[in-house]
């Protein structure tokens, strides 16, 4: 008997699940094949409906399918990806419990892992900007904007801080960042209704785009019909400019113009999956994975790319394929077939699938929609897009399930429940632009910071005259005698240079302090040598 093929895919969404459902397929009753998929999480999100779960529109589990249910013929390995062997044609995973590696070995490798969002070189965004990729993102959002919420409405004494927890700020025009948009301002707008002292013209949501119009991907006369409904809903757009930095309190565009805020949502950059990025194989400019148009990568037989890591030739224009989930969809069925016939014989097709058209929600029951080239608007292309993904959703029990809570959505407010998933905000780095007080003399402490970059001004203020106390750059920290003495800060901290910090808060403090004595005693120490300069500087 003939030793058996193994097929690996790399990636668990629409490329690499229906890569894997199609392969399912075509081994039927056979056994001359197997199928392993790897992918970090071991479920499949259906991505088109993700910005619903920002309102609680559908449950956060609706658009959520286990992997080894939907594919019962294939291997499914939840793990990351470490690396890939391309001489040797291994595959190596991450350890789980115990630190041992595991390696995989393949006679066909599927790369469909997909886009991440890269905030590499960007100031501040790594820090302090929300990416909307995956269901922790949404997840994530959604109990940050109930909590700004929650804090705005108690918030009497403070009204910068207050205007800056009602202020979101989206940054990207696209079809994902219009979705984003239109859900969180429809979600806000509605839930505030609950909060006493929060008023409709309290809110502030901001879209910026780079471009003149929103949702390039479609013809002008839909994307200017999408902007003057979010208009008119309340979205502010800033057109032809684009994010250039963040703060944990402002947005910064590159035309100078700041925009206070705690919720900052960023749809782009977005950029190949890191791993594809170490592998030696043709790729373009942005880093994506040269493939033919039989979705083989360039020079190589049995290794295959799609979906958004793979640059694939659209049959009908001298162009590429969009990063859909219905050309995903295909891909994934051409890879199979190729698949298949490189192992047991036979003719390889072409991927010849031109894209039946593009919808995108703009929120109270309304959309866009460019289908077979006849544009649709308003409510008639709303519920095409409710009916098409609901087809699309896999499995009949699941389309049920958001069937029934689109139709429960026309009667019942939205939940307003923040789930706490977190028992600590933990340690993290933060980014602060010149001018920018990372604390304020007489607030309470709740974090020591190290530098990593940049400079500050320690600065204490009597009688309403500011002085000098000292300069601080990389490798040093302040913000640990609040701690120690626990009591309210004794100086103003200002950014007088790009800075990055690390963010220590006071529960791992403690935990650092106590465990480490001498580490506990050079604070002490550090703290009397700084009170000996003050008053020094005071008699001065």
């Keep these: 008997m003939a030793e058996r093929k193994r097929v690996v895919i790399l ?16 081994l039927g009753n056979k056994d001359d ?6 992918s970090k999480e071991n479920y499949f999100v259906f991505q088109p409906m993700l910005p619903e779960l920002i309102s609680g529109t559908i449950g956060l589990l609706d658009i959520v399918c286990p992997l080894r249910p939907l594919l019962p013929k294939t291997n499914v390995q939840s793990r990351e990806v470490e690396s890939i062997d391309l001489v040797a044609q291994t595959v190596t995973t991450s350890h789980g419990f115990r630190a041992k590696p595991h390696v995989i070995q393949y006679d066909h490798l599927v790369i469909a892992l997909g886009n991440v969002t890269d905030f590499r070189g960007m100031r501040g965004l790594p820090e302090h900007a929300m990416p909307f990729k995956n269901l922790a993102d949404a997840i994530h959002l959604r109990n940050h904007v109930i909590r700004a919420l929650e804090e705005a409405a108690i918030e009497v004494e403070d009204e910068e801080l207050r205007k800056q927890l009602l202020t979101f700020v989206i940054a990207g025009g696209g079809f994902s960042g219009v979705e984003v948009a239109a859900e969180l301002n429809d979600f806000v707008r509605t839930v505030a209704r609950s909060y006493r002292g929060i008023k409709a013209s309290d809110i502030r949501v901001v879209l910026v785009h780079s471009q003149g119009r929103i949702l390039p991907e479609v013809s002008e006369s839909l994307g200017n019909f999408a902007q003057k409904i979010l208009q008119k809903r309340g979205v502010e757009l800033m057109l032809n400019t684009r994010l250039d930095a963040a703060t944990s309190e402002h947005a910064i565009l590159a035309n100078g113009q700041i925009i206070p805020t705690r919720t900052l949502v960023s749809t782009v950059p977005s950029s190949p999956h890191p791993l594809v990025e170490s592998l030696a194989l043709p790729k373009n400019k942005a880093g994506k994975l040269k493939a033919k148009n039989t979705l083989a990568v360039e020079g190589f037989k049995n290794i295959w790319a799609l979906g958004d890591c793979a640059l694939v030739p659209e049959p009908f224009t001298e162009g590429f394929c969009p990063p859909t989930a219905q050309h995903a969809i295909r891909q994934g069925k051409t890879v199979a077939h190729n698949i298949v016939a490189s192992m047991r014989g036979g003719s390889q097709l072409a991927f010849d699938f031109g894209g039946l058209g593009k919808m995108g929600s703009l929120g109270h029951h309304c959309a866009v929609a460019d289908i077979m080239g006849l544009n649709i608007s308003g409510f008639l292309a709303f519920a095409m897009w409710r009916a098409i993904y609901l087809m699309k959703l896999p499995g009949w029990g699941r389309r049920l399930k958001v069937a029934t809570s689109w139709a429960l959505d026309f009667f019942l407010p939205p939940e307003l429940t923040e789930l706490k998933l977190a028992a600590s905000s933990g340690i993290a780095e933060q980014h602060y632009e010149p001018g920018e007080e990372v604390f304020h003399q007489g607030e309470l402490g709740d974090r020591m910071y190290i530098i990593l970059a940049g400079r500050a001004d320690v600065i204490r203020t009597d009688n309403g005259v500011e002085r000098v106390l000292a300069q601080l750059g990389p490798g040093e920290y302040f913000g640990e005698m609040a701690l120690l003495q626990k009591a309210t800060r004794n100086a103003t901290i200002r950014c007088t240079e790009p800075m990055n910090t690390l963010s220590i808060p006071q529960k791992e403090f403690n935990v650092l302090s106590s465990s480490l004595p001498q580490l506990k ?17 005071k008699v001065g």
Aim: charged share 30%.
């Design 33 to 38: 094949f197997e199928i392993i998929l790897l």
């Design 11 to 26: 990636g668990g969404g629409f490329a690499g699940v229906y890569a894997a459902k199609y392969l399912e397929k075509s």
């Design 521 to 537: 005693k050079s604070f002490e120490q550090k703290i009397e040598t700084r009170e000996e300069k003050s008053a020094a500087t």
